[in-house]
């Protein structure tokens, strides 16, 4: 048996390899963190995600970028899920007006609740639904870090200003992205998730008419004028705001495409365009956009970028609460 010194020793020796695991130091979040106190948590979630696919196959791309826009403001702590009674939460905000699914997290959380009464945050819930839309639309499995607890706080104002708008140059996407702990190449990675979903025509419809106070016809000459009489025609100028497809050729599966459509410059948001404002953003869409290898390359980065993302200033430990409803806060907690 090992005396005390030996221990202690063996313990210093272990400490740098600990403190290495990023996981672990800088975000407290693990692989496998329900695996004692809801081993089948993340085969529930899937199941609940593949039945409600098989329903609504659009709801993937919402589901998605759902994650997004929470990690974006106050962090990846479900704030993005609670419900304002007077109307100044997230999902009051103009960005998030269109983000479909709430009730898709609601059947998680309940098939969870059944199954692991109160251990299951809803900031992991959509984390693990993030990567399961992915997956079932034709994209690459990754490892979800887990361990998040949830909020107690939801705002409009802060949904405003922490939300990286359409319209957003490339200068002010990389800060955006850097203020949050995120590089370059997650910038660029991560907006391959436009190759999901449709978006409203009032997201880029300044494209399209009177661009920078040309007049009507002007549009935005970093646009494919073959591309704009089609973009014209679903959003006419005085028209309702209806939807279009954010990458046409394919936008219920998650594959490369949407490099190949900023490559011609047929991205819909401005912030799509600027991707090829800056070396290393332009060199990764063209580097990506055709082929099963680069597909695959893009695949395996994005579960990376996803990963890093998840770790946006999360609570863990006795930090926040675990929801019973993901709507609302536990007040007897």
């Known amino acids: 048996m090992a005396t005390p010194k030996v221990m202690i020793l063996l313990a210093l020796l272990l400490l740098p390899l600990v403190a290495s695991n990023p996981a672990y130091d800088k975000s407290g979040l693990s692989v496998g963190y329900y695996g004692y106190s809801c081993p089948q948590a993340e085969s529930i979630a899937l199941n609940v995600i593949k039945e409600s696919l098989y329903v609504d196959p659009t709801l993937a791309g919402p589901l998605l970028r759902m994650f997004f826009h929470d990690c974006f403001v106050r962090g990846c702590d479900a ?31 309940s098939a969870l609740e059944m199954h692991c009464p109160g251990t299951v945050s809803c900031a992991d819930i959509l984390a693990i639904v993030s990567r399961d839309v992915v997956v079932e639309t034709g994209g690459a499995y990754w490892d979800v870090e887990l361990g998040r607890r949830d909020g107690f706080v939801t705002s409009l104002t802060e949904a405003l200003t922490s939300l990286p708008p359409p319209f957003f140059n490339i200068t002010s996407l990389i800060n955006s992205f850097i203020q949050k702990g995120l590089s370059v190449k997650d910038l660029v990675v ?47 100028k005085n028209g309702a705001d209806v939807i279009v497809e954010m990458d046409p050729r394919s936008s219920k599966k998650f594959d490369n495409d949407y490099f190949k459509q900023v490559s011609n410059n047929r991205g819909l948001f401005q912030s799509d365009a600027a991707l090829l404002d800056n070396y290393d953003t332009k060199y990764y869409v063209e580097a990506h956009k055709n082929g099963r290898n680069e597909e695959k390359k893009f695949f395996e980065d994005f579960g990376v970028s996803m990963v890093g993302m998840g770790r946006i200033e999360v609570l863990t430990g006795n930090a926040g609460q675990v929801r019973k409803v993901c709507s609302k806060i536990n007040y007897e907690y």
């Not at 436009?194 to 646009?223: A, E």
């Open 79 to 109: 704030s993005i899920l609670l419900d304002s009674p007077t109307k100044q939460g997230e999902k009051d905000a103009i960005p998030n007006l269109t983000l479909r699914g709430y009730e898709i997290i609601d059947k998680v959380k």
């Open 190 to 236: 991560l907006s391959g998730a436009h190759t999901l979903g449709v978006s409203h025509c009032s997201s880029f419809k300044n494209r399209l008419y009177n661009f920078n106070g040309g007049g009507d016809n002007s549009f935005d000459p970093t646009m494919d004028p073959k591309y704009v009489p089609a973009l014209r025609k679903k959003c006419t």
